[in-house]
């Protein structure tokens, strides 16, 4: 099944990754008097037809694999922005949720966890990716999709939002990292992308957690709060929920 799950996700994502490319191509021509409106429309019909006909029965199938997957019907399914292309990517990603007693063991295999710096940790030449790939990628699309929901709905959206202004009121300006480019320029720490990155990686962290605890919860495995509220003097731990 898992096997089962990531083909046909990683299809789903290639399919729409095609079309979208397409789409922008179909504007582009329209732009430069390559393709009439009438034309444009009759491709767009094709994509509908098509494309879009393929995303939706991969879909569908995905849906169906996950039915009897209680993490899904119990809980993803129910949290806004997460459809079950982006479920069952986190489910055949992480598999067994046992493998993680600890929720940091858990953001460490998902590419969330932070160097001896405190920053994201990157690939470097001849050592080994503590990260799966595959969930590293899923992670980076459901962060965007929760920044497309609206705030009044979306916890992890309410999240990105505090946390991007919290950031922004903590550094109004952006700051000389230290690090430079292989060109030698400077790499800047707070631009506006590189705190919308990390509020997104925020709200990342916080929905993973949630997904820990309510996935170890339904396996009848122990469960605890994160270091910092445990023993590091944070009170501020985040209930999972749905909204």
Not at 162 to 172: L, N, R, S, T
């Amino acid at each position: 099944m898992i096997e089962e799950l990531k083909i046909k996700i990683e299809t789903y994502y290639a399919i729409q990754k095609i079309r979208i490319q397409a789409e922008l191509r179909i504007k582009a021509f329209i732009r430069d008097d390559r393709l009439t409106e009438l034309q444009a429309q009759s491709l767009h019909f094709w994509e509908d037809e098509h494309l879009k006909g393929i995303e939706k029965s991969i879909k569908k199938d995905v849906t169906l694999l996950l039915k009897d997957v209680p993490i899904y019907t119990e809980w993803m399914k129910d949290v806004l922005g997460i459809g079950p292309c982006l479920a069952g990517s986190l489910y055949a990603g992480i598999y067994d949720i046992s493998r993680f007693n600890t929720i940091s063991k858990l953001w460490k295999y998902c590419g969330q966890d932070v160097d001896e710096s405190g920053r994201a940790p990157r690939r470097q030449k001849g050592k080994k990716l503590t990260a799966d790939p595959f969930l590293q990628m899923t992670i980076y699309k459901l962060t965007d999709s929760f920044v497309k929901q609206t705030a009044e709905k979306c916890l992890y959206r309410r999240l990105y939002d505090i946390k991007k202004a919290f950031y922004k009121q903590e550094h109004p300006e952006k700051v000389d990292s230290g690090r430079r480019s292989k060109k030698g320029e400077v790499i800047w720490d707070y631009t506006d992308l590189h705190i919308h990155r990390m509020a997104k990686r925020y709200a990342g962290k916080i929905f993973l957690e949630h997904l820990w605890v309510e996935w170890r919860t339904l396996e009848g495995l122990p469960v605890s709060k994160p270091w910092v509220i445990e023993h590091g003097g944070h009170g501020n731990y985040i209930e999972p929920t749905c909204i």
